[in-house]
C-alpha cells in the first residue's frame, strides 16, 4: 500500500512516465515493431467494426422489409381477425403489423397486372376475386426470429395460411452471422501478435536495464516503481498504436463516403454508409481501449514472467 | 545496532557458506571484514541486505528481526542501509548528479528535498565541480565517490561496502578510506569488506576474519597475525 502511495507521488508519477518513454525509445526497433503490430491490428479491427456496423444497419433495413404474411380461414369475422391482430402484438419478435383487406388486396393486384388497362376491374366491386385474400403483414425486429414466430402463428385458431421466405430470413442471419465470426477471428489472431510482440519488447528493456533494477531494488525501490516504467511503456505503445490507425480510418472512412457517393450515385439507395461522427463516437473508445488494454496486458505478462523483484 | 546470532547459510546440501556465526555491531563503529574468496563475506553482505534467507539463525538490525521482514516490507528495509560495490554500479546513461538523484527519486523523495540534497553529497564526496559528468568521464576513484554520495544521500544508519576499493589504486583508495572514516566520525555505522591489509592495518579499527564460513578472530584494534 505504502508502495503504491508513492507511486501516486506526482513527481514520482512523472519520473515513471519519463522513464517509460525512455524505454520506448531506448529500444527503437522492438518498441516501433510493436506499435506497428498493434497499429495494423487496431487498424483491421476498426475496419471490420466500420463494414460490420454499416453491414448491420444495411441488413436491418433489408430486415424491416422482410414480412411474414398470415390468411385468415374461410369466413373469418372482422372481430375474429381483430382478436388473431392483438395476439400478434403481444409477441416481442413483432415490431408491427400491417392489416390488408380483400378490397385492398384487389386494389393492389390490379395495379401490378391490370396497369394501364384498369377498365378491366370493373364489374368485380362486388364479387372481389381476392374476397379470401384478407391478411396481416407482419415485420420483424430480427429476422432470426422468423421460425419461431411462424410456428406460433400456425398454431393460432381462424389461421390459414403462414406465407414466409425462408431463404431471405435464413440468408441474411447467415450472412451476419459469417461477418461477425471471421473479424472475431482476425481480430483474435492480431490481439494475441500484439500482446506477444509487446512481451518482447518489454521484456527486451528489463534486459537492457537488469543492472539499474538492481541497483534499484537495493537503494529500496518498491515493487510498484520498479514494474511501473514498464506497464507505463506497454501503455503508450498500445495507446500510440490505436491513435495513429484511428486517425487513418476516419479520414480513409469520411473520404469514402464522399467518393461512393459523388462517383456511384445509383448504389445510393442500397448502400448508405453511416455517417463517420456515428462510426467513431463508439469506435474511438473501444480502440483506444483495446490498445491500452493490450498493452497493460502484454507487459503484465512479461513482469510477472521476467522481473522478479 | 547489528546482531548476528548463530546464523548459517547453506546454498545446497554440503558446506555451509556461513555455519553458525554471531556477532554483534554497535552503533557507529567502523568494522572491517576480512578473508579469502569462499570465507563467505559476500554471503554475509547478500544477508544483512535480506538479498538471501538465513537457513538458520536470526540477523536483528536497529531491533528489528529480518526473519520477521515479509517481501513487501524490505523496500523500507534497505532505506536503512547505504551500500558501495567494487564495481560502482553507476548508471553510465546518467551524469554524476543524476546518479545521485536516482537514488531519491527511486525512494519517492519530493523534488525540492532532492534539490536541496544532492549538491550537499557532491560537496561532501569533494565531486561538486562535476555533477555533470559523466561515469565515464571520471576516474575510478571518483566514480566510487559518487557510489558512496549515492549511498548517503538517503542518511542510512549503516554504510555497507564491498570490496570498495578493489579496483582502484593505492592513492584513490587510501582517499576513499579516509572518506568513510569521515562518514564513520558523523555517525554512521560503516561496515566494509575488503582484502586490502595494508589499509586495513593502518585504518587500527575493528577487524573481524573469516575463514570457510566462520568467523575465526574479532580484533577491536585491527592489525594482528591472523590478518
Redesign the interface.
Known sequence: M??WV??M?F??FF?TFKQGVKNIWRNKVFSLASIATMSACIFLFGLFYAIVVNFQTIVREVESGVAVTVFFEDGTSKEAMEQIGAQIDKRTEVSRKVFVSAEEAWEEFGKVYFSGAENMMEGFEEDNPLAESAHYEIYMNDVASQSTLVTYLQSLEGVREVRSSDIAANTLTDFNRLIGYVSAGIILILLCVAVFLISNTVTTGITVRR??I??????????Y?VRSPFIVEGILIGLIGSAIPLVLLYFMYRRLIVYVGDRFIWLSNMLRFLPVNQVFSTLVPVALLLGVGIGFLGSRLTIRKHLKV | MIVIDNVSKAYKAGIPALNGISLHINTGEFVFIVGDSGSGKSTLIKLL?KELEPTEGDIIINGRSLNGIRH?QI?????NIG?VFQDF?L?KDRNVYENIA??Q????T??KKIKRRVPMMLSMVGLAAKYKSYPKQLSGGEQQRVAIA?ALV?EPKILLADEPTGNLDAHNAWDIMKLLDEINQKGTTVLVVTHNLEIVKAMKKRVITMRKGVIVSDERMGGSNEI
Open positions: 505504502n508502495g508513492e507511486a507521488r513527481s514520482t519520473y543492472e539499474e538492481a541497483i534499484m531494488k537495493l537503494i529500496g525501490a518498491t515493487d516503481f | 541486505l513487501k523496500p523500507r528495509f534497505r532505506r551500500v554500479r548508471l536516482f537514488a527519486r527511486v525512494i519517492a519530493p523534488s549515492r538517503n
